[in-house]
């Protein structure tokens, strides 16, 4: 099962918008409405943001949205805030009843 | 509040065996799949195993299976990870998280396990 394909790095200034993509096959992301986003700070665990493409959990901001069309997912942040600097990664169930993650999104808030 | 307290990294030799065990509480164990992650030394998340709420389905990456087994004990609320025939590659932060296929909604602070001569 290959990784999910994530660009490597993206930045914006505090209040921008940015968008993170996630590319997968018809196998994984373009299958199922079962992708997550997760954010990890250095030397800290994961922490959901986003479930089944676009849900929230409680107490995630609403500056997080999730979407997807066909192969590809979307992770969207708006009024970029410094504390959003982070790495990130989706994941995705697969047909073979396993789950796969991006490789990595490093934000950088400039 | 969820917790999930991993345990049993440490350092072996390639070829060598370790058992990870994540301790769980806060929440009724026995209702929810449970997974692993693990992320090797400044490089992305890789899943590895999750398992359903009796045991009774279990699956795993390719590159694990038949080395690494996951396993849980709903009686004493612990997920474990029996790791066999450990390689350098292996050599990662794993981490425990409640959840399966849609969502890791509750992550440990993982173990590292380092698997080195």
């Known amino acids: 099962q290959s990784a999910l394909t994530q660009p490597a790095s993206v930045s914006g200034s505090p209040g921008q918008s940015i968008t993170i993509s996630c590319t997968g096959t018809s196998s994984d992301v373009g299958g199922y409405n079962y992708v997550s986003w997760y954010q990890q700070h250095p030397g800290k665990a994961p922490k959901l943001m986003i479930y089944?493409?676009?849900n929230r959990p409680s107490g995630v901001s609403n500056r997080f949205s999730g979407s997807k069309s066909g192969n590809t997912a979307s992770l969207t942040i708006s009024g970029l805030q410094a504390e959003d600097e982070a790495d990130y990664y989706c994941s995705s169930y697969t047909s073979s009843t396993t789950v796969v993650f991006g490789g990595g999104t490093q934000l950088t808030v400039l | 509040e969820v917790q999930l307290v991993e345990s049993g990294g440490g350092l072996v030799q390639p070829g060598g065996s370790l058992r990870l065990s994540c301790a769980a509480s806060?929440?009724?164990?026995?209702?929810?799949?449970m997974s692993w992650v693990r992320q090797a030394p400044g490089k992305g998340l890789e899943w590895v195993a999750n398992i359903k709420q009796d045991g009774s389905e279990k699956y795993h990456v390719d590159s694990v299976k038949g080395r690494f087994t996951i396993s849980r004990d709903n009686a004493r609320d612990s997920l474990y990870l029996q790791m066999n025939s450990l390689r350098a590659e292996d050599t990662a932060v794993y981490y425990c998280?409640?959840?399966?296929?849609?969502?890791?909604?509750?992550w440990g602070q993982g173990t590292l396990v380092t698997v080195s001569s």
């Open positions: 806060g929440f009724t164990f026995s209702t929810y799949w």
């Open positions: 998280a409640r959840g399966g296929n849609r969502k890791l909604d509750y």
């Open positions: 089944d493409v676009r």
